[in-house]
């Protein structure tokens, strides 16, 4: 058999060209892959960040309401914090009650003669990136 040679008004695709086309198909669904998955990571992260934030909002907000003569005393290093069933909240979720990511601690310190106490709530996880994440917030609480 012969091969019939193409005719200039023949219509159609080359096999060169198709593999072309589906060449650049494959690196652009692979870039667009690759942007995907890099979103839900940072996305995971900012989720994490919020819920950490809101964790610490939540304890400075008890201390705002605990009188201040009933506020923990002055240390000299981070304590774990516990939460409002008297357990220590380290792998702790955002409620502070069921299991997650958090462990959160607090530091007291007693300022103007013990007049005044600044309170520092600090919410550590570990990301996905096997690094330490942290959120602080502080309150000052006045006698």
């Not at 060169?16 to 995971?44: D, H, S, Y």
């Not at 002055?74 to 516990?82: F, H």
Request: aromatic share 6%; hydrophobic share 40%.
């Amino acid at each position: 058999m012969r091969a019939t040679p193409r005719t200039p008004d023949a219509s159609g695709f080359t096999m060169v060209e198709l593999l072309i086309a589906m060449l650049l198909l494959a690196v652009t669904m692979t870039g667009l892959a690759a942007l995907q998955l890099n979103t839900i990571r940072t996305v995971t992260i900012s989720k994490r960040g919020d819920e950490a934030t809101r964790l610490a909002q939540s304890v400075v907000e008890r201390y705002r309401t605990v009188s201040f003569l009933n506020l923990p005393g002055a240390g000299t290093d981070w304590t774990v914090e516990l939460n409002d069933n008297s357990t220590q909240m380290t792998s702790v979720g955002g409620d502070g009650l069921s299991r997650g990511p958090f462990n959160v601690e607090r530091f007291v310190e007693a300022l103007n003669s013990g007049k005044e106490k600044l309170i520092t709530i600090r919410v550590k996880w570990t990301d996905q990136a096997q690094q330490e994440q942290s959120v602080v917030l502080s309150c000052r609480r006045y006698l």
